[in-house]
């Protein structure tokens, strides 16, 4: 079976189950976020493991989710937790014996915070808006984004995008971007009366140029690490964060847009 048609009978199968837990949001989404932070987390640490490094992966995948866990229930403190768990990653490493200890360990696992577990606990931020479910129009946007962008590359690419990532064109970018933009506004008229064009245009372009963006990042990483997928767990896929690696550059500014920038229009 060829890559193309596990990546579909994939999807096929997996689509609705993520739908239905970001439509019944609460603690569905909530459970559905920390199984991916959790699965993107250690194939992330493993990009590094490959190159000799040797992040302290369970202690700092538990820290995340406990941190994402306070934040979801609205733990007072939470932002001194976080800190004192930097702290204790930091101080933790000059216990470890010489052949795992390396000052750059900790940079690593905090790291991994910024890059994959902010931005999970700002997309359940995202989640309990008022504007209607942001997280399904973000995940329908990026979905049409990066299907757009595989065949407008697939069929018409003909200058490359990036040496990062050989197999990427210029037009298939400019075809993710553009599909997102008609996918925006076409979210917005159907389903999100609270937002204006004004708002899908935002997204649209938001999700068309992060999303992507993230793609290329993920990919950089994967060539640090020298491997072809973050890991094999999705067939025709990748790993995890193969498939959410858009939705982690994405979800942080389009939650800036509506913290600072939307409520001032």
């Not at 007072?76 to 470890?96: D, G, K, N, Q």
């Not at 008022?130 to 962008?149: K, Q």
């Not at 708002?199 to 649209?204: F, N, Q, R």
């Amino acid at each position: 079976m060829s890559e193309l048609k596990k990546r579909i009978l994939i999807s096929i199968a997996g689509v609705p189950v993520i739908l239905f837990l970001i439509c019944m949001s609460g603690w569905y989404f909530f459970a559905l976020t920390l199984l991916l932070q959790t699965l993107c987390l250690l194939e992330f640490y493993y990009l590094f493991e490959n190159k000799n490094y040797s992040p302290v992966k369970y202690f700092a995948v538990l820290g995340s989710l406990l941190m994402s866990l306070f934040v979801f229930i609205r733990q007072p403190y939470h932002f001194a937790y976080i800190l004192i768990f930097f702290i204790v990653l930091i101080f933790a490493e000059i216990f470890r014996n010489k052949e795992k200890r390396n000052p750059l360990n900790p940079a690593i696992n905090i790291f991994g915070f910024f890059y994959v577990t902010l931005p999970f606990i700002l997309l359940n931020e995202l989640a309990s808006y008022y504007y209607g479910n942001l997280v399904l129009y973000i995940i329908v946007v990026i979905w049409i984004c990066d299907i757009t962008a595989f065949f407008g590359g697939k069929y018409l690419g003909k200058h490359k995008l990036s040496e990062i990532s050989p197999n990427k064109t210029i037009e298939g970018a400019v075809s993710g971007l553009l599909f997102s933009l008609i996918a925006s506004l076409a979210v917005q008229q159907l389903f999100y009366n609270s937002l204006n064009l004004y708002d899908a245009v935002i997204i649209g372009l938001i999700i068309g140029i992060t999303g992507q963006a993230g793609d290329l990042f993920e990919s950089m990483l994967k060539r640090f690490g020298g491997v072809k997928d973050s890991s094999s767990v999705i067939p025709g896929h990748g790993g995890v964060l193969d498939r959410f690696d858009n939705l982690i550059f994405s979800a942080p500014v389009v939650y800036v847009y509506f913290n600072f920038f939307k409520i001032n229009l």
